[in-house]
């Protein structure tokens, strides 16, 4: 499960999660690993842990952050999916962040080929050999030909970055069963494959009386009906004017 989330001030990061946690799933989660990322001044900083040591908890999972954007993943209790530093979402380069979810892939020849294909200096930047590594490779190979791997990227481009990786990781893999996020400068963007993920507008009190503005992505939440559904292999953008746009899935 995953939650994504970019607001309007930093300083408001624990009064969104704490309107957000009883709408999802997420929040008291077993899970196998658990990881947070978000972005200050400095660049991406992450969160990681075992989820032997509880429950997801959006408030002590975020160690209290302040930031603008969020990305926090939790996998399945089980499975291959054990906690390990560099395959548990989300991933930092430089001043992006970068997570996703899916099934596990099969080595194969396309994959290698795509692999082959890659910068060598990328390659050792994000190590290992899933998915989601791949996906961050091949987003930022793709940011690297635009000219825009030092972050400096308008929300249009990321977005239009972060599909064109998506399109290129179903035709290596042959499925389209994760779904990826991508934060930076620009804002936030999700690219959604074959798995549901939703969206809404947070609108709620927050200290000292002002309003509380964002945007959250998750896909899991307790009730579908409150939220709006990305469509399938669509990518929804959300720039720091929290104005979110969905890109429509590739033609056929």
């Given at each position: ?44 900083l992450l969160a990681k842990r075992p989820g032997q040591h509880g429950p997801v908890d959006l408030a002590h999972d975020s160690r209290g952050a302040r930031s603008q954007s969020f ?182």
């Amino acid at each position: 499960m995953f939650l994504a989330l970019q607001i309007e001030r930093p300083g408001d990061l624990g009064a969104a999660l704490a309107a957000l946690a009883p709408q999802l799933r997420l929040q008291g989660a077993e899970a196998s690993a658990v990881g947070a990322g978000w972005l200050e001044e400095g660049g991406p900083l992450l969160a990681k842990r075992p989820g032997q040591h509880g429950p997801v908890d959006l408030a002590h999972d975020s160690r209290g952050a302040r930031s603008q954007s969020f990305l926090l993943f939790a996998a399945p209790p089980g499975g291959s999916a054990a906690f390990g530093e560099e395959r548990t979402p989300p991933i930092r380069w430089r001043r992006w962040l970068l997570g996703g979810e899916g099934s596990e892939p099969s080595p194969h020849a396309a994959r290698q080929r795509a692999l082959d294909r890659l910068p060598e200096f990328l390659r050792r930047q994000i190590p290992g050999d899933g998915m989601l590594p791949l996906a961050c490779l091949l987003f930022l190979d793709a940011l690297r030909s635009a000219g825009r791997l030092d972050g400096a990227a308008d929300s249009g481009a990321a977005a239009s970055t972060l599909s064109a990786a998506a399109r290129d990781l179903w035709s290596v893999e042959g499925s389209a069963d994760f779904t990826l996020a991508a934060a930076g400068d620009f804002g936030l963007a999700v690219a959604r494959g074959t798995r549901p993920a939703f969206w809404r507008r947070l609108a709620a009190p927050a200290p000292p009386g002002a309003a509380l503005r964002g945007v959250a992505v998750c896909d899991a939440p307790l009730d579908p009906s409150a939220w709006t559904e990305i469509p399938e292999r669509a990518c929804l953008e959300v720039d720091r004017a929290l104005e979110p746009r969905v890109h429509a899935p590739p033609a056929a």
